[in-house]
């Protein structure tokens, strides 16, 4: 379907289909769930983030009422918020790309 799509539209569509082969029928995941897709599928984001106090926030609010579930917007909203505190988020923006 996204063929024709950019690299970013082909991404987030990566994420939404990582969140869906793990979420329940209704769309669903626990934050148990949650914390462990974000450490197996994104840990290379999350790496080394384990002192920085919102990262603890993030990963402490995953921890309460672990079996509580939560929905694809609040799934990725963690997701960028994890990614745009990591330190390879920097390593990216200091590769230079040529076209």
Same mark, same amino acid.
């Given at each position: 379907a996204l063929r024709k799509g950019s690299?970013?539209?082909?991404?987030?569509? &990566?994420?939404?289909?990582?969140?869906? !082969?793990?979420?329940?029928?209704? !769309?669903k995941l !626990?934050?148990?769930? &949650?914390?462990s897709l974000l450490q197996s599928q994104f840990g290379h984001f999350m790496q080394g983030q384990?002192?920085?106090?919102?990262?603890?926030e993030i990963i402490s609010s995953l921890?309460?009422?672990?079996e509580n579930k939560i929905n694809f917007e609040d799934f990725m909203i963690l997701l960028?918020?994890? &990614?745009?505190?990591?330190?390879?988020?920097?390593?990216i923006k200091n590769v230079k790309t040529t076209k």
């Open positions: 690299d970013l539209e082909k991404a987030f569509a &990566t994420a939404a289909l990582v969140y869906n !082969s793990y979420a329940d029928p209704e !769309s !626990s934050k148990a769930e &949650t914390k384990e002192n920085k106090p919102k990262y603890q921890d309460e009422e672990s960028v918020s994890l &990614t745009l505190m990591s330190d390879l988020l920097q390593e």
